[in-house]
T-cell receptor, first 116, second 115 residues
């Protein structure tokens, strides 16, 4: 079956612009996660969605970052007024979740964001 | 707070050597899960193994083996008879039962296996 897909694979933007990153999880997976990978900070958790529950936004670095998940499937991560420090690879993952936290998370290929 | 430490930033070995990647974790939760992921040069994270805190049995899968010791809060990963294809960045990660189902990652160890 298809894995986690993300688009675009690369995004170059100018400082101050807004960007939207998309994630399509594995069909049947109820949990969806966003992480960020940067040279200085390693792999950082951003946000977690589980079914219809309120998302865990504890990892979002500032109020310029937001995410939504429509229909329990596709998710969009939005970064407003991008800054150079937002440059990173944004990774999406999905799993069966729902309390079965022992299930592994399957990762997508990531979106490489470069803010000029 | 949860924390994962991978003290080895980079390791370089010659093919066929055995290599151990260290992982030390911190958590106050009694129930937690430990993971190893591989990130090859292509960039996509690949799941290798998961372990729960109640299962301290070591595991072997082909050339890979994992040593989980709660007494030292360690979950080390050994590759036997390394191959060039093992070259990648390896991440150890922790998920606690009590909180959000997020993974807390170590900084990763970059393994280079030279022919």
């Amino acid at each position: 079956g298809a894995g986690v897909s993300q688009s675009p694979s690369n995004k170059v933007t100018e400082k101050g612009k807004d960007v939207e990153l998309r994630c399509d999880p594995i069909s049947g997976h109820t949990a969806l996660y966003w992480y960020r990978q940067s040279l200085g900070q390693g792999l950082e958790f951003l946000i977690y969605f589980q079914g219809n529950s309120a998302p865990d936004k504890s990892g979002l670095p500032s109020d310029r970052f937001s995410a939504e998940r429509t229909g329990g499937s596709v998710s969009t991560l939005t970064i407003q007024r991008t800054q150079q420090e937002d440059s990173a690879v944004y990774l999406c993952a999905s799993s069966f979740g729902g309390g079965r936290s022992y299930n592994e998370q399957f990762f997508g290929p990531g979106t490489r964001l470069t803010v000029l | 707070a949860q924390k994962v430490t991978q003290a080895q930033t980079e390791i370089s070995v010659v093919e066929k050597e055995d290599v151990t990647l260290d992982c030390v974790y911190e958590t106050r939760d009694t129930t937690y899960y430990l993971f190893w992921y591989k990130q090859p040069p292509s960039g996509e994270l690949v799941f290798l193994i998961r372990r729960n805190s109640f299962d301290e049995q070591n595991e072997i899968s082909g050339r890979y083996s994992w040593n989980f010791q709660k007494s030292t809060s360690s979950f080390n990963f050994t590759i036997t008879a390394s191959q060039v294809v093992d070259s990648a960045v390896y991440f150890c990660a922790l998920m606690a039962q009590g909180g959000s189902e997020k993974l807390v990652f170590g900084k990763g160890t970059k393994l280079t296996v030279n022919p």
